[in-house]
């Protein structure tokens, strides 16, 4: 057996040989643009135009040996490729059948709180169960409110516990054969793409969580695109600013944390509803091409879209900075977990 002193110095050993030192380079990500979904503004809702300048990135990832010597400052101590891995493999291994996921974020835009929320998925085999809630801040007369719904899939079935035709909270059972076995619950584990050797991840420190100690690894290249499309608050084609990860001395990943960003320009462009219509107003015309390409756009899932000039309104540009932080953490390896259907659910057919 050994002891603390001896466990220490041989994962130093391990440590220094398969490690590199090299300079880390300053690059810049290409721009990415990615559709935009925010919490409406009133009846205003901005539409967007293009992405701005990205900004430089420098990213957070983990490490592998969750012992050894943090270097000291100054000196670039990067992972070889054999040792990233063993980390992204340990991981997928620790976590191929079963496990739990809890995701937490905020979105910021103009550094105001948009909205944050939550995401606990427990998964078993292709069974999974996903307990989601979206809290958003007063704004424009309306109060602050939190909505909550669980997803479930079990043998194939789809359940959902949200408000039903009865205004209570209820589990639904979607009868539609065709429709929602489609539906998949975001699979975080898909997360663990972004632990590749061309990240040039470097040991930051160690800390403590839980009783176990984590090793911190940071990156001076992010991915140009992260590997899950489903992560709350986090789509596609942002640019990433900031990715930490955390691991063991089994190499599995414990947390993934993240910050996100989007600059982006919108010209002016109003929503009126009324009556079961919806018109797109603008200025001048100017913008009513932009409206109107709009407008046919939303006629392929609502009927009734128009697009018009309303000379009376403000033609202001608005810019937006769209700041948006997550973090994954992964827990119970191992832990057998059972998932079953609602003993008690109301049969409703779903469409689409």
Do not use: C
């Not at 307990?131 to 939190?146: D, N, V």
């Not at 059972?173 to 793409?193: A, C, E, M, W, Y």
């Amino acid at each position: 057996m050994l002891t603390d002193e001896q466990l220490a110095d041989q994962l130093r050993t391990q440590l220094r040989h398969e490690v590199a030192t090299v300079e880390p380079s300053a690059e810049f990500l290409s721009h990415l643009r990615r559709r935009r979904s925010r919490r409406s503004r009133g009846l205003q809702i901005s539409i967007l135009a293009a992405p701005a300048i990205a900004a430089a990135l420098v990213v957070a990832v983990l490490v592998a040996t969750g012992g050894g010597e943090a270097p000291r400052p100054g000196k670039n101590v990067v992972l070889t490729a054999s040792m990233v891995h063993r980390m992204a493999n340990a991981s997928r291994v620790a976590l191929a059948h079963s496990g739990r996921v809890k995701a937490t974020y905020q979105q910021r835009t103009n550094g105001v709180l948009q909205e944050s929320g939550t995401s606990t998925i427990t998964f078993a085999g292709k069974n999974w169960n996903d307990i989601s809630s979206q809290t958003f801040p007063a704004s424009h007369g309306q109060p602050a409110h939190t909505q909550t719904a669980i997803n479930r899939i079990v043998d194939g079935q789809f359940y959902l516990h949200t408000i039903g035709r009865n205004g209570h909270l209820q589990w639904i059972r979607d009868t539609n054969s065709t429709g929602h076995p489609r539906v998949v619950i975001p699979d975080p584990r898909k997360l663990f793409g972004v632990l590749k050797p061309s990240a040039r991840f470097k040991v930051v420190g160690h800390r403590v969580k839980g009783g176990v100690r984590l090793t911190e690894l940071r990156a001076t290249k992010a991915p140009a695109t992260l590997p899950l499309n489903g992560l709350p608050g986090v789509t596609r084609g942002v640019h990433v600013a900031l990715l930490t990860v955390w691991v063991d001395r089994q190499h599995r990943v414990h947390q993934i944390s993240l910050r996100v960003t989007d600059h982006q320009t919108s010209n002016p462009m109003v929503f009126k509803i009324a009556n079961g219509r919806t018109e797109l107003l603008v200025p001048s015309k100017a913008y009513l091409k932009e409206a109107k390409a709009l407008a046919r756009k939303m006629r392929k899932h609502y009927k009734h879209v128009s697009a018009r000039v309303d000379p009376t309104l403000p033609s202001t540009v608005h810019h937006y900075f769209d700041v948006t932080s997550a973090s994954v953490t992964f827990s119970d390896f191992g832990k057998r977990e059972v998932i079953t259907a609602p003993k008690h659910s109301v049969p409703v057919f779903g469409r689409g």
